[in-house]
């Protein structure tokens, strides 16, 4: 089955807490991103990568890192998270391949509290 | 002036009600269209894009009017399944290109609840 798996789905931490969302899609898509969704201010994109070792920002990249050493993964780092960065976050795919439908692909999302 | 604006709704119609959202964006160079779903809670989900003649697919109808800069969504024959938010998305690429992000501007939505 095609998808995009985020991990954890739920977590709650403290300020400061180094934590590290896991993203994998197994549909060979070259084309990753990640979102993050609040309310009154809809879904922002954070970091995105083009392939692999390509990475760049999006709208809202502060207190964020990115990597990506695999087609598959895309892993969202949070270094010192702050209460600040308490969010629904999404990570989506999509493929570029001649050019691409468009479609983006999500994960079901990981919604992430900072105390 | 925001870049895509919905109205918020909420619409609550009857099952079997016809409605319609509208979408309108401000860039006059937006190259393609697309109206997303998103369940409470859950990841947003390609509902159908919108091609310039417009486009239907069962019970909706997507149209793009360039001129006025919208985008509507009909959905005929509400079920009760349809309660969701309905996204809209514009970009000013028409297709990804490598090196290109294909900037997607989203809309906050339009929340949709259909009732026995």
């Known amino acids: 089955e095609a998808q995009v798996t985020q991990n954890p789905r739920y977590l709650i931490t403290v300020t400061g807490k180094k934590l590290t969302v896991t993203c994998s899609q197994n549909?060979?898509?070259?084309?990753m991103s990640w979102y993050r969704q609040d309310p009154g201010l809809g879904l922002r994109q954070i970091y995105y990568s083009m392939n692999v070792e390509v990475t760049d920002k999006g709208d809202v990249p502060e207190g964020y890192k990115v990597s990506r050493k695999e087609k598959r993964n895309f892993p969202l780092i949070l270094e010192s998270p702050s209460p600040n960065q308490t969010s629904l976050y999404f990570c989506?795919?999509?493929?570029?391949?001649?050019?691409?439908?468009?479609?983006?692909?999500f994960g079901e999302g990981s919604r992430l509290t900072v105390l | 002036r925001k870049e895509v604006e919905q109205d918020p709704g909420p619409f609550n119609v009857p099952e079997g009600a016809t409605v319609a959202f509208n979408c309108t964006y401000s860039?006059?160079?937006?190259?393609?269209f697309f109206w997303y779903r998103q369940d409470c809670r859950k990841e947003p989900k390609l509902l159908m894009s919108?091609?310039?003649?417009?486009n239907e697919d069962g019970r909706f109808t997507a149209q793009l009017n360039r001129a006025s800069q919208y985008i509507s969504l009909l959905i005929r024959d509400s079920k009760l399944s349809d309660s969701a938010t309905y996204l809209c998305?514009?970009?000013?690429?028409?297709?990804?290109?490598?090196?290109?992000?294909?900037?997607?501007?989203w809309g906050l939505g339009t929340s949709l609840a259909v009732n026995p």
């Open positions: 989506a795919s999509s493929s570029i391949t001649n050019g691409g439908t468009g479609e983006l692909f």
């Open positions: 998305v514009v970009s000013a690429s028409p297709r990804f290109n490598a090196g290109n992000n294909r900037k997607l501007i």
């Open positions: 919108v091609y310039s003649s417009g």
């Open positions: 860039n006059s160079a937006s190259q393609s």
């Open positions: 549909m060979n898509h070259e084309y």
